[in-house]
């Protein structure tokens, strides 16, 4: 049976894990390179220019995508989102896109398709991004002065640039576009209020995320933490809020907290991924560029799917060795890192590299 005749729902009904928790999301990685190094994700003196990064025959093809994607949508998969390292470094994404959103949900609603990127060749393509079906898009920016943002990222990029990506996105309907920024205690915290100036009005819906343990982050301890409830403190000092209704403001598994300015409906949410840690509703499973499913960000190791991704492999059971891997799940690695109380203690172990399998 081929990928395109595969049918929504023809494995059964959705998926869950020991903990209950259904199949939702799958973040599918297509590129662990990046032209960005940023400091907290792929600083430059382990991410240097003879680091070892997939050469692109190691990478799984869009026809192995599209297989993979139908599967996940079988198992309960509403929404795909791009990831990687930088989604727009691989070449044709926007064709990948475009097979992506022919794909219906196990219910046959239609799927949900977005990306996440720096922002920097966004100019440029967000139109055929959006013209291939992408709902919407998500852009990383940690910083708007210039000074701090070349410093996080390691770059000579000017912030006009990801500004001019996230404007064009929006004018050509990849609305409302998000902005996630990562605060880093005595890096960025600078940058809280004058983020939320700059995109108060604007229509794009600006995110706070606490500083993880994950990927590249050798240096982290919570003392660097800004926990989310610090930075919606310092927004409320000077903007009044009004929190959004949970019935209205996401759906199932969403990680962000959201808040509305009262005076014009702006949108600013807050991420409590550390000092609230949200597993238990965690719907997200990952899949990296060459094949390696990851059931939790800070998981150690994966399960190679590139056996059932083979010329002539079946989806069907390519759908199945998924479904009972979802339901051996039990991850929760935030809540037990929580539970520790480790102020100013560092991971307690190396957690895949977050440029190969995605935010």
């Known amino acids: 049976m081929s990928a395109a005749s595969a049918q929504p729902g023809e494995h059964g009904a959705p998926v869950v894990d020991l903990r209950g928790r259904p199949l939702r999301d799958l973040r599918l990685s297509v590129i662990d390179q990046c032209n960005f190094r940023c400091t907290y994700c792929m600083p430059r003196d382990t991410f240097g220019a003879?680091?070892?990064?997939?050469?692109?025959?190691?990478?799984?093809?869009?026809?192995?995508?599209?297989?993979?994607?139908?599967?996940?949508?079988?198992?309960?998969?509403?929404?795909?989102?791009?990831?990687?390292?930088?989604?727009?470094?691989?070449?044709?994404?926007?064709?990948?896109?475009?097979?992506?959103?022919?794909?219906?949900?196990?219910?046959?609603?239609?799927m949900e398709i977005a990306l996440t990127t720096n922002g920097v060749l966004l100019k440029d393509k967000a139109r055929a991004l959006r013209d291939a079906g992408l709902t919407r898009v998500t852009v990383s920016l940690d910083a708007l002065d210039d000074a701090v943002f070349r410093r996080m990222t390691d770059t000579d990029t000017p912030v006009a640039r990801v500004l001019e990506g996230i404007a064009v996105a929006g004018a050509v309907g990849l609305a409302p576009v998000k902005v996630n920024t990562v605060i880093e205690r005595g890096v960025n915290d600078s940058q809280i209020l004058p983020l939320v100036r700059h995109f108060k009005g604007t229509g794009v819906a600006l995110r706070f995320i606490e500083y993880m343990d994950v990927?590249?982050?050798?240096?982290?301890g919570m003392s660097r933490v800004v926990t989310a409830s610090e930075v919606r403190d310092r927004v409320a000092s000077m903007y009044r809020l009004v929190a959004v209704d949970a019935a209205d403001a996401v759906r199932p598994g969403s990680t962000s907290v959201n808040y509305r300015h009262e005076d014009d409906g702006s949108e600013v949410g807050f991420i409590a991924s550390v000092s609230q840690p949200f597993c238990g509703d965690c719907t997200r499973a990952r899949v990296s560029s060459d094949g390696q499913l990851y059931t939790c960000l800070f998981a150690t190791q994966?399960?190679?799917?590139?056996?059932?991704?083979?010329?002539?492999?079946?989806?069907?059971?390519?759908?199945e060795a998924v479904r009972t891997h979802w339901q051996s799940r039990g991850d929760n690695y935030s809540e037990r890192r929580g539970r520790r109380g480790a102020h100013g203690d560092k991971r307690q172990y190396p957690t895949i590299r977050m440029s190969l399998v995605g935010g």
């Not at 727009?88 to 046959?108: K, Y």
């Not at 990927?215 to 982290?220: E, F, H, P």
């Not at 799917?305 to 079946?314: K, N, V």
């Open 50 to 110: 003879g680091y070892p990064f997939l050469p692109a025959s190691a990478r799984l093809s869009f026809d192995q995508m599209e297989t993979l994607a139908r599967a996940f949508a079988s198992l309960g998969v509403d929404k795909i989102r791009i990831t990687g390292g930088e989604p727009l470094l691989r070449r044709g994404v926007e064709h990948l896109i475009e097979r992506l959103a022919r794909i219906p949900t196990w219910d046959g609603r239609p």
């Open 215 to 220: 990927g590249g982050a050798a240096g982290w």
């Open 302 to 319: 994966g399960m190679d799917l590139r056996p059932w991704l083979s010329d002539g492999a079946s989806p069907a059971r390519l759908a």
